[in-house]
Every structure is written in C-alpha cells, then in structure tokens.
C-alpha cells in the first residue's frame, strides 16, 4: 500500500528566507511524485512532478524538489519565499497503474511573514 | 488545451435536500474521472474515479454516488444530505492508460450541510 506523510501541518518563514516542505512516502512500487499547490477556494495546480530521470525536479513560481530514494522523501524547497506562496501544499504518490488517482498527503500551510 | 469546469462554486443545503454537482472537462477525449473531497483541515479522499462511461469506482462507502453519461461529464449525486457531507469537493481529469501523469483540478465546489 502506497501512503505519503507530510511533517508539519503549519510552515511559516519570513519574506526571502529559504522555504522547505518535507514529504515521505510509502511504495511498494516505483513512485510518481507530485507537489500541488492550493490557494484559499480554489482547485489544485501542480508544482511539479517526478517520474522518472532526474531526481532533481524544477517546477514552477521557483520551487524545486529532490527525489531521494534511500530516504523515500521528495522535500520541496525554494530559496526565496515570496508573499505570494502563501497557500497550502499537498505532496501525493500515484497509485500506479492509473495516473491521476493519486494518494495525498495531509497538507503543509505556509505562511509566509513580511 | 483542456479545461475543466465544475459547478457551482458554493452550495449551502440543509440536511436531508438532495445534491448534484456537475464537472465537464474539453480538450480531452475519453480522460479518467475523479471526485476528491477535502473536509475541514484534511487532506484529499478520492471518492469516486471513472475510467468510461457508465464506469464508476467507488473507493469509500458514503452517503454519495457517482455517475458518468457522458464521456466528458461526471456528476456527484446524493439522494439525503448529511451533516458530515459538508466540504470541498474537487473534480479532476487525467489521461487514460498513462499511469505516470497528474491529475487536473477543477476549481472545487464548497459544499456546506446545515
């Protein structure tokens, strides 16, 4: 069974400080990893994704996240946060043979501080 | 490019009143189906997924249904209001057969049972 655990359900840093979300996962199988981002009533975007190649993933609005197998963690960090993340980030595992159903974490809120 | 629509934005039904929440996705043929509820503080739970017409999963026992008659429509249903209903609920959309890709969101309907 495939399970994600985000540690810390409240991030806040300081405008221009370094912003780092952990994530750890559980798979049986090679994962598919995904970061969204939601902002307050709205849908989930994704941030980015790992699949396969390049355990260092660059996505959008700055962040980046690196797959770690040996310590099956896929932490998403940006150097420089912005007031405009504050918003709440989900990590999710794929479920394998369906893309799309996809298993989440509890979610992260950052705030961020000016 | 694809977009996904999901009404209505906000509902507020009393206990007991049925329920219908419509998305439709274009751009995109024969695309797997979610709905995914988040309560209050919570992470996502895929309720339903559809791989077709007519096709519907459920992955939770619950008070609500799912149904699909069309290829690019997915409708939430439920005949009874509960209390523990209330939440937001997000459509999404993946292509089918690839197993590593993400889901897109819909922008969610806050539902509220009083």
């Known amino acids: 069974a495939q399970s994600v655990t985000q540690l810390g359900s409240h991030v806040s840093v300081s405008e221009g400080a370094l912003v780092l979300l952990r994530c750890n996962y559980s798979?049986?199988?090679?994962?598919?990893l995904f970061w969204y981002v939601q902002y307050p009533n709205q849908g989930l975007q994704l941030l980015l994704k790992?699949?396969?190649?390049?355990?260092l993933v660059k996505g959008i609005n700055g962040f980046e996240a690196e797959f770690k197998k040996s310590e099956t963690s896929f932490h998403l960090t940006k150097p420089s946060a912005h007031m405009s993340d504050a918003a709440e980030y989900f990590c999710?595992?794929?479920?394998?043979?369906?893309?799309?159903?996809?298993?989440f974490g509890q979610g992260t809120e950052l705030s961020v501080k000016p | 490019s694809q977009t996904i629509h999901q009404w209505p934005a906000t509902l507020v039904q009393p206990v007991g009143s049925p329920l219908s929440l419509e998305c439709t996705v274009e751009?995109?043929?024969?695309?797997?189906l979610y709905w995914y509820r988040q309560a209050a503080g919570r992470g996502l739970q895929l309720l339903f997924y559809?791989?077709?017409?007519?096709?519907i999963s459920s992955e939770v026992p619950q008070n609500l249904s799912a149904s699909r008659p069309q290829d690019r429509q997915f409708i939430l249903s439920s005949k009874k209001l509960l209390l523990s209903d209330s939440g937001f609920y997000l459509c999404?959309?993946?292509?089918?057969?690839?197993?590593?890709?993400?889901?897109?969101f819909g922008q969610g309907t806050r539902l509220t049972v009083v």
């Open positions: 999710a595992v794929s479920r394998g043979n369906q893309g799309g159903k996809l298993i």
């Open positions: 798979s049986s199988v090679p994962p598919y």
């Open positions: 790992y699949t396969t190649g390049a355990t």
């Open positions: 559809s791989v077709g017409i007519g096709q």
């Open positions: 999404a959309w993946s292509v089918l057969d690839r197993w590593n890709t993400e889901a897109f």
């Open positions: 751009g995109t043929s024969n695309p797997n």
